[in-house]
């Protein structure tokens, strides 16, 4: 399996920015269908992006769409999350994951990182 750590999380204003990044190790990244998840206290894991093998198709959360972007750079073995206008419903812990097929579903992903707090601040 490959192990995922993710960073780039912190306390940011409302309508800011911040970019998370997901090293991989044991594996390279390019094995794997790469996705964001987020959980917020109290809330079920829930789906955020996916990428595909090759980056050349993505998809997003009516919630994140056109905020958020998904992108990797499998010579870097990295993924990233690049997150624009901030919203305090966008506070979460945010979890990279690595799995065999373009789902959306977290079943579908058999390896996590260990998460990394996102905070949105009004």
């Known amino acids: 399996q490959v192990q995922l750590v993710e960073s780039g999380g912190g306390l940011v204003q409302a309508g800011g920015s911040l970019r998370l990044s997901c090293a991989a190790s044991g594996r390279t990244v390019s094995m794997y269908v790469m996705g964001w998840f987020r959980q917020a206290p109290g809330k079920e894991r829930e789906f955020v992006a996916v990428?595909?093998?090759?980056?050349?198709?993505?998809l997003y959360a009516n919630s994140v769409k056109g905020r958020f972007t998904i992108s990797r750079d499998n010579a870097k073995n990295t993924v990233y999350l690049q997150m624009n206008s901030l919203k305090p419903e966008d506070t979460a812990v945010y979890y990279c994951a690595g799995g065999s097929y373009y789902s959306v579903e977290r079943e579908a992903f058999g390896s996590w990182g260990q998460g990394t707090q996102v905070t949105v601040s009004s």
């Open positions: 990428i595909n093998w090759s980056g050349s198709s993505t």
